[in-house]
């Protein structure tokens, strides 16, 4: 299993202000599974650090060819 890392970057419905957050994407490369270059669209809890609630984004991830994603997780808020 492969476990990548991307920084997202969220304008919170909830203060206005842009968040950025850690996302850990885990995916296994299957030969011969035969899936397609495509794009996936996640919706995820979000926490504001402003207000401290708890708001729902969607989020983008792009699947290569032969790719299977296993799992996705928030990790944590970077900065302000
Ligand atoms: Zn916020």
């Known amino acids: 299993m492969l ?4 920084t997202l970057e969220i304008a919170c419905p909830l203060c206005a202000k ?3 957050y850690s996302m850990k994407i885990e ?3 299957v ?3 035969g899936s ?3 794009q996936w669209t ?3 809890l979000f926490t504001c650090p402003v207000k401290n609630e708890d708001f729902q984004a969607l989020i983008r991830i792009q699947q290569g060819s032969n790719e299977r994603i296993d799992n996705i997780e ?4 970077i900065s302000l």
């Open 42 to 44: 996640f919706t995820r």
């Open 18 to 20: 842009i968040h950025r």
């Open 74 to 77: 928030i990790e944590k808020k």
């Open 27 to 29: 995916k296994t490369i």
């Open 3 to 6: 476990t990548q890392r991307e």
């Open 36 to 38: 397609r270059e495509r």
């Open 31 to 33: 030969v011969g599974f």
